[in-house]
C-alpha cells in the first residue's frame, strides 16, 4: 500500500468519524455529545475543532473495543467527550 493510499484511509476515517459525530449531536444521542459542543462552543473553540477532538474521541473508543474484544462502553465514551478539550490518555 502506497503513502498516498494511507492517507486517503485516514481522510475516509475521519470524515467517517466526524459524521458520525455529527449524527450523534444532530440525534441527541447521546445527551454528552451536544453538550460537548455546547461547551467547547462557549469556551471559544471553532466547530471544525470541536468535532475533530470529538472524533478522536470516538475513534479511540472504537480502538479499545477492537483490541479489548468488548462492546461499546457508552458511559466511558460520554465521560470521554464531557473531559474535553482533554483528550483520553491512550490516545496514540
Known amino acids: 500500500m502506497s503513502e498516498h493510499d494511507d492517507h486517503e484511509d485516514e481522510a475516509v476515517a475521519e470524515a467517517a468519524l466526524t459524521q458520525a459525530i455529527e449524527n ?7 445527551p454528552a ?29 472504537v480502538k479499545a473495543m477492537l483490541r ?8 466511558g465514551y460520554e465521560q470521554a467527550l464531557r473531559a474535553l ?7 496514540p
Open 24 to 30: 450523534q449531536i444532530e440525534a441527541g444521542e447521546p
Open 33 to 61: 455529545a451536544l453538550a460537548t459542543l455546547n461547551k467547547l462552543s462557549l469556551v471559544g473553540y471553532e466547530r471544525e475543532e470541536i468535532l475533530q477532538l470529538m472524533a478522536l474521541v470516538l475513534a479511540h473508543e
Open 68 to 75: 479489548d474484544n468488548r462492546p461499546f462502553d457508552r458511559d
Open 85 to 91: 478539550p482533554t483528550l483520553p490518555e491512550e490516545m
